[in-house]
């Protein structure tokens, strides 16, 4: 009798390792159906989007405390005792010298990177379709837009570091031109650094997710995902890739239009 029963009674971990596994972390090793090398690239942009919100909380702060041009745009001009206005300072575009069009070159990167998203997106889906064909053109095309975002902050750059023609009359009589850590033809010295220093920054991240793109680009010509069975090197490359686009609307929106 007691033989039978025990075997007539279910066991209560056959119950348990029965029931089905709902879409939270139930202590896994994949939570929320994420794999380890996805979840620890979200805890590097969260970490990436503290960095970059003080670095733009900063300028704002500084961009507050110092005074601004009242008066007609018109008639503005570069000074040191006022914050610039930023149509004023990125006006130039390559190929039309002394032409005013204001934030249009910047607008252009803009435009060059959400394009550059787009072609990420559609590299990812083709690793999901695993079309090695597909993922190596939308990698190649990403890979392009991103050299050329980074081509164009550097003529923006050399722009800003050269200056405008007219210059700006300095405490001591002379005329400077352009900007530079210590001295700013276009306003207080801390707008030509945080300029530098914000830009730059996020311009290091492009220079870095383009380096990521091209070692991508080999591994996938090479066959390497191929072997692995799967593209998710290329997805989690992507997530760095649509952060640092998404970063930049934001520097944008402070740095050329606040």
């Known amino acids: 009798m007691s033989t039978s029963s025990s075997t007539l009674a279910p066991t209560t971990n056959s119950v348990e390792l029965e029931q089905p596994r709902s879409g939270t972390w139930d202590g896994g090793n994949e939570p929320f159906k994420a794999s380890y090398g996805k979840l620890m690239m979200w805890f ?6 503290f960095t970059f919100a003080a670095f733009l909380t900063t300028y704002g702060m500084i961009r507050h405390r110092n005074p601004v041009y009242v008066g007609d745009v018109k008639d503005f001009e570069f000074s040191t005792a006022y914050w610039p206005i930023p149509e004023k300072v990125f006006n130039a575009f390559p190929g039309f010298h002394g032409v005013d069009l204001p934030l249009a070159f910047v607008a252009l990167m803009t435009m060059i990177l959400i394009f550059s998203s787009v072609t990420m997106v559609l ?9 090695k064909n597909d993922v190596q053109k939308w990698l190649l095309w990403t890979i392009l837009f991103g050299a050329t975002f980074l081509s164009s902050q550097a003529w923006e750059w050399s722009h800003f570091i050269g200056g405008h023609e007219e210059g700006t009359l300095m405490s001591d009589g002379t005329m400077f031109h352009g900007a530079n850590l210590a001295m700013n033809q276009y306003g207080p010295v801390l707008f030509g650094d945080l300029f530098f220093f914000i830009t730059g920054f996020h311009g290091t991240h492009v220079f870095s997710g383009v380096c990521l793109l091209v070692w991508a ?7 390497t995902f191929e072997k692995r069975g799967h593209y998710e090197m290329v997805e989690k490359i992507g997530l760095y890739w649509h952060f640092v686009d998404l970063v930049w609307v934001f520097v944008f929106t402070f740095f050329y239009l606040v």
């Open 44 to 49: 590097f942009l969260l970490s990436d989007a």
């Open 123 to 131: 590299a990812v889906e083709a690793g999901h379709r695993m079309d």
């Open 217 to 223: 680009f080999i591994a996938t010509t090479n066959g």
